[in-house]
């Protein structure tokens, strides 16, 4: 296990994430997530998909874009487009 460099608080309880290969970090939510401009994206979702791929239209939010990616790849020709889920 890695310890984080920041001091925890112990009042507040850990956030589960999970990282799935190939696709999306999942972190459970609600979520208030501040991107390098500044901007703030907010989910109240019970599980929130982080895109990883940077493929996503509904950037840092996943929208199973790198799904689609994978199928071309294998040669299954083009997918069908993602439906946003979040």
């Not at 509904?58 to 790198?66: E, G, I, K, N, V």
Request: hydrophobic share 35%; proline share 8%; with cysteine.
């Amino acid at each position: 296990m890695h310890d984080a460099s920041t001091p925890s608080r112990p009042e507040a309880p850990f956030r589960r994430a999970r990282m799935v290969a190939g696709g999306p970090l999942l972190v459970e939510g609600p979520l208030e997530l501040t991107l390098p401009s500044g901007e703030v994206v907010r989910s109240t979702r019970f599980m929130v998909a982080i895109c990883m791929c940077h493929r996503s239209a509904m950037y840092p939010l996943c929208d199973a874009s790198h799904k689609a990616q994978r199928g071309r790849i294998r040669g299954r020709g083009s997918a069908k487009g993602a439906a946003r889920s979040q």
